[in-house]
């Protein structure tokens, strides 16, 4: 059963920014939080294939004004089906990619860096062929805690 929820709790960690200044804090989401794994049992609801995986990218954050920064991020869902190689009559026959290809998750937010609430700006799926695009849409315009955001705005 695909859980369309689980999208929303991701969406701190599809975040990547091309702003110079940004700050790069994919390492320290990794570490300090749940979002890659929350990443991984989205692709599990929505992922196909026998060696699908999901990475998380890309982290950044960057002061957008005084209290406010933009937070942007990329998440990749890869969907891959491994047509294992069989033995058929002592000689091994088969071992190819039946398909393969990978969904990337673009979000853009806003984050009030003194109540730790981040607003959801944009969300851009591409290359879906999964049916993520109507699920990503809704997510927009919605405001989500983060907590103890602070930490992730060190040196900014």
């Known amino acids: ?15 990547a920014a091309s ?7 994919t390492a320290q989401v990794v570490r300090e ?6 990443l991984v049992a989205v692709c599990r609801a929505y992922c196909l294939g026998n060696r699908a995986g999901a990475t998380l990218n890309q982290v950044t954050v960057v002061r ?12 990749s869902l890869r969907n891959h089906q491994f047509v294992e190689p069989a033995n058929v009559f002592g000689a091994q026959v088969g071992g190819f990619d039946l398909f393969y290809y990978v969904v990337t998750i673009d979000a853009v937010g806003t984050l ?45």
């Open 112 to 156: 009030d860096g003194q109540t730790c609430r981040l607003r959801v700006d944009r969300v851009q799926v591409l290359d879906d062929r999964i049916g993520l695009t109507d699920v990503a849409r809704k997510e927009e315009g919605k405001v989500y805690l983060v907590p103890d955001c602070q930490r992730f705005l060190a040196g900014l």
């Open 33 to 38: 939080t749940d979002l890659d794994e929350r």
């Open 1 to 15: 059963m695909r859980r369309p929820y689980a999208f929303a709790s991701l969406l701190f960690a599809w975040l």
């Open 64 to 75: 957008a004004t005084g209290t406010s920064y933009r937070v942007a991020g990329r998440a």
């Open 19 to 25: 702003s110079a200044g940004a700050k790069d804090v």
